[in-house]
């Protein structure tokens, strides 16, 4: 009885440490089908996690801070589109970041693309200059209202 209690509390423990950090999917594809179904935005995050500074200060700043995880449970689909130098990928996957790269003309890291619930891209920037989780939230929801 006891296994099964310490089981699912381990469970329920790193089923928190998702929720708080983000559930990040590959397939756009099916980021783009969980958007229409829940009428949310879709967020692309092109990276090269780690290698990349400003990608990893926009990670650590803003995408892992608990304001922007909290809004991105309600608003947004989140894809991870990495491009990384020592973490290890599949071919299967690298093959797929590299498409979608070219598919939406990413030349320089962090790129953020936002697409609305039928796929239509509304916004790409890239790079990032320190900006803060509410000003990156702000610049979503202006996307929203427009």
């Known amino acids: ?3 099964i209690a310490i089981a699912l509390l381990s469970t329920l423990a790193l089923l928190q440490v ?3 950090d983000g559930v990040w999917l590959t397939d756009l594809a099916k980021a783009k089908q969980q958007a229409k179904a829940e009428n ?3 967020l692309l995050d092109f990276t090269g996690s780690d290698w990349c500074p400003p990608c990893k200060a926009l990670h ?3 995408l892992s801070s608990k304001e922007f995880t909290d809004y991105a449970k309600k608003n947004l689909v989140l894809v991870e589109v990495d491009f990384p ?3 290890p990928q599949s071919a299967e996957l690298k093959k797929a970041n590299k498409a979608l790269a070219t598919q939406f003309g990413i030349k320089a890291y962090p790129t953020i693309v936002i697409l609305d619930s039928s796929g239509k891209e ?3 920037k890239s790079g990032y200059g320190g900006e803060k989780p509410d000003a990156f939230i702000a610049r ?3 996307l929203k209202r427009s």
């Open 140 to 142: 979503i929801e202006a």
């Open 122 to 124: 509304l916004s790409k």
């Open 40 to 42: 949310k935005l879709v």
């Open 18 to 20: 998702s929720a708080a």
């Open 85 to 87: 130098r020592s973490k």
């Open 1 to 3: 009885m006891k296994r």
């Open 60 to 62: 650590k700043n803003v």
